[in-house]
């Protein structure tokens, strides 16, 4: 994409008239009639959570972008592959409220698969047929926190297109953020959004992406035609330098656009919300990182070095035994087969620490430990 053909809208008090506001996005940023073609809207469907969660994107903003589309001749079809091995998508689009505003547009889109082979990690990906087979696709992503990755947003929310067990064995394939990063990556590139429209009306921080974050009313609905874009948009929201968060980096590195907001037609403002709470997995990385920097300024030992830091490399999740009803999703659903039933969940330390046992748990049993717990591994 040329220089200048970046594109950011951002809308403020969306909640109010939203289906006129995102229509307006539309104007902007889609074409004036689909005439038939096949759009996929990919909202985020994380698990079965009531829409004033927060987990997922809301349902009233994936209404809004289906009447747009329908309005303007497309064929839509509106699906995500949720996490968790045994969930089933319809299930989870109708406790979330999404089945009901997809007016009849919802499809379980994890029944039809291509394998795809190739990609830059080296890994197969599983990837939903419809993917391939849209004309244009719209990610509607919801705008929140995530322990693993720091921040959930349209690149992350990607990680849907992607079928079945193949994102369990992602997670295991890929363990560091680094190389989970280059997984994302992959997964843009099968398909990159022709338009991304982030739902931040009630986004989440803290621990996120699900029972672990904590709800804050933003109200405002922001898209760009380019999914680093829309990425670097969210991350000046919560006042962080794009580059910090490795999905972001990632993609600028293999040129899906910019990070740099200089290089961006943006209307309307861009306001950093404030004292927004990041995960303490983030909080840990960047402790770790001033105390190494302020150690080798110093010349310190390795061994007084290692005393100071948080310990980030051995955290794993903590386990709140009053909420847990022993059902065993978290057993198996857990990629590296660290944790066991016995008769509550124990991990052991084959924990890979990608949190999917804390984003995937429905009674918020398992949690982040604060950063002050993490040298305590
Ligand atoms: S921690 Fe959560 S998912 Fe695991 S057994 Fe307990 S309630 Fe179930
Ligand atoms: S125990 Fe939880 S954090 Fe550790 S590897 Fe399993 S799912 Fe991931």
């Known amino acids: 994409m040329k220089k200048n053909c970046f594109k950011a809208i951002i809308i403020e008090d969306a909640r109010h008239d939203l289906e006129a506001k995102v229509n307006g996005i539309f104007d902007k940023l889609a074409p004036k009639s689909f005439n038939g073609m096949r759009v996929l809207v990919k909202p985020n469907m994380l698990g079965p959570a009531a829409p004033e969660l927060g987990h997922s994107t809301h349902p009233e903003v994936v209404r809004a972008i289906v009447r747009a589309c329908l309005s303007r001749g497309a064929k839509v079809t509106v699906g995500d592959n949720p996490g968790g091995i045994n969930r089933s998508s319809t299930g989870v689009a109708q406790v979330t409220g999404i089945l009901e505003a997809s007016e009849g547009c919802f499809a379980p889109i994890g029944d039809k698969v291509v394998e795809m082979r190739g990609s830059k990690s080296g890994h197969t990906l599983m990837i939903s047929r419809v993917v391939l087979d849209a004309d244009y696709v719209i990610n509607a992503p919801i705008f929140k926190t995530h322990a693993g990755m720091y921040l959930s947003g349209a690149m992350k929310n990607l990680y849907g297109y992607v079928a079945g067990a193949c994102k369990a064995q992602l997670h295991l394939k890929a363990p560091s953020r680094e190389e989970f990063a280059e997984v994302l990556c992959d997964i843009n590139e099968v398909r990159h959004p022709d338009l991304n429209i982030m739902d931040a009306l009630t986004v989440l921080e803290g621990n996120g992406p699900s029972h672990g974050g904590v709800k804050r009313e933003v109200g405002k609905v922001f898209a760009s035609n380019n999914t680093l874009v829309a990425d670097t948009v969210m991350a000046a ?141």
């Open 237 to 377: 929201m919560v006042g962080v330098e794009p580059m910090r968060f490795p999905v972001t980096k990632r993609g600028q590195e293999r040129g899906f656009g910019t990070t740099d907001l200089s290089q961006v037609e943006v209307e309307g403002n861009i306001v950093v919300i404030p004292d927004f709470k990041l995960p303490n997995t983030f909080i840990a990385e960047a402790t770790e990182e001033m105390l190494t920097r302020a150690a080798q300024a110093n010349k310190m030992r390795d061994d007084r070095l290692a005393e100071l830091l948080p310990g980030r490399l051995s955290v794993k999740p903590l386990l709140a035994i009053d909420k847990c009803l022993q059902c065993g999703d978290c057993e198996v659903n857990c990629p590296a087969q660290a944790l066991t039933l016995d008769p509550y969940p124990v991990i052991n330390d084959k924990c890979i620490q990608c949190f999917c046992c804390v984003e995937l748990c429905l009674e918020g049993a398992l949690e982040v430990p604060d950063v002050a717990a993490f040298r305590a591994y």
